[in-house]
C-alpha cells in the first residue's frame, strides 16, 4: 500500500482509512486520490468489512482539498487527469455500498470535505474548521455547492462559498453538516466507536436501511405511497 494512504482494523468489521500526507495538510495528490479509489473499491466486496471510517495524519487537518500546487506544477493532461480522480473517488463514495463515517479534526476544506459530505455520517471535534475556499483559489465551486446546497440548504452554501465563511464543529453540527460533536481528540475514536457499532447490525438489514438512507438522500423526499414503493425495491435489492 502507498504510504499515502495508511489502513488499520480497529475493530471487527471496521477499516480505518487514514489519508496521511500531513505536510501538505492531507491535500489530496492524484496519488493519493487513486489509493483511495483503489482500496475502498477492494473494501467494497472484500465480504469482511461492514463499515469504513475516513480521517486524516496529523494534528492539524482532517484534508485541506485538492493539492493546488500539484495541480499547478501539471501539464494540462496531468491536471485534466487529476481532476476526473477527483470525480472517480467521489462518485465512488457518493454511491458507496458499505457505511461510512467521517473523522473531522482541524481543517476539512473544499475537495476534503466533500469528501466528508458524501459520507454517511460525519464526527467533529470543536476545533474542526469546515470551509469551501475554492473561488479564493481561483477554482468554482460547483460541487462542493451542491453538496452544501443538499446537505444544509441554499443559504448555507451561498454563506460558505461566496460568503467565505469556515464553520466550527459546533457549527457544523447546528447546521446539519456533521452528526456529533465530540472532545477534542476524541474525533478517531468516536467515529471507529460508531462504525464498530454499525458494524454488529444484523447484515441484510443494515445493507437495506443503509441503501435507503443513500436512496433518500440522492432523491430527496417523496410521498409516503412513495417510500412504500421505493423501500420495497430496496429491500427486494438487499435481500432483507
Same mark, same amino acid.
Given at each position: 500500500?502507498?504510504?499515502?494512504? /495508511? ?11 487514514? *489519508?496521511?500526507?500531513? +505536510? /501538505? ?10 489509493? *483511495?479509489?483503489? @482500496?475502498?473499491? %477492494? ?6 468489512? /461492514? ?17 493546488? %500546487? ?15 480522480? *477527483? ?6 463514495? =457518493? ?23 458524501? =459520507? ?11 470551509? *469551501? ?31 467565505? /465563511? ?19 481528540? +476524541? +474525533? ?6 460508531? #462504525? ?14 443503509? #441503501? ?24 427486494? @435489492?438487499?435481500?432483507?
Amino acid at each position: 500500500m502507498t504510504t499515502v494512504l /495508511r489502513t488499520e482494523n480497529p475493530e471487527a468489521g471496521v477499516v480505518v482509512l487514514e *489519508m496521511a500526507r500531513p +505536510e /501538505r495538510l492531507n491535500a489530496i495528490s492524484r496519488e493519493l486520490a487513486a489509493a *483511495m479509489v483503489s @482500496e475502498l473499491d %477492494k473494501l467494497a466486496v472484500d465480504g469482511s468489512t /461492514r463499515a469504513v471510517v475516513l480521517a486524516g495524519a496529523g494534528e492539524r487537518a482532517f484534508g485541506a482539498g485538492i493539492d493546488v %500546487k500539484e495541480l499547478a506544477a501539471h501539464a494540462p493532461s496531468e491536471g485534466d487527469e487529476h481532476r476526473e480522480l *477527483m470525480l472517480r473517488l467521489q462518485r465512488t463514495l =457518493c454511491d458507496y455500498p458499505l457505511p461510512t463515517v467521517a473523522a473531522v479534526h482541524g481543517i476539512a476544506a473544499g475537495a476534503s470535505l466533500q469528501l466528508a459530505l458524501h =459520507c454517511d455520517l460525519v464526527i467533529a471535534g470543536p476545533g474542526a474548521r469546515l470551509g *469551501m475556499p475554492e473561488l479564493s483559489a481561483g477554482l468554482p465551486g460547483l460541487l462542493g455547492g451542491w453538496l452544501l446546497h443538499t446537505r444544509g440548504g441554499p443559504q448555507l452554501a451561498a454563506d460558505l462559498l461566496l460568503g467565505g /465563511r469556515w464553520l466550527s464543529g459546533e457549527e457544523a453540527v447546528a447546521a446539519g453538516l456533521a452528526a456529533r460533536l465530540v472532545p477534542a481528540g +476524541e +474525533e478517531r475514536a468516536s467515529a471507529v466507536a460508531v #462504525a464498530a457499532n454499525i458494524a454488529g447490525y444484523q447484515p441484510a438489514a443494515l445493507a437495506a436501511t443503509h #441503501a435507503w438512507l443513500r436512496r433518500l438522500r440522492t432523491h430527496g423526499a417523496v410521498s409516503f405511497e412513495q417510500a412504500i414503493e421505493a423501500a420495497g425495491s430496496v429491500l427486494r @435489492e438487499a435481500g432483507a
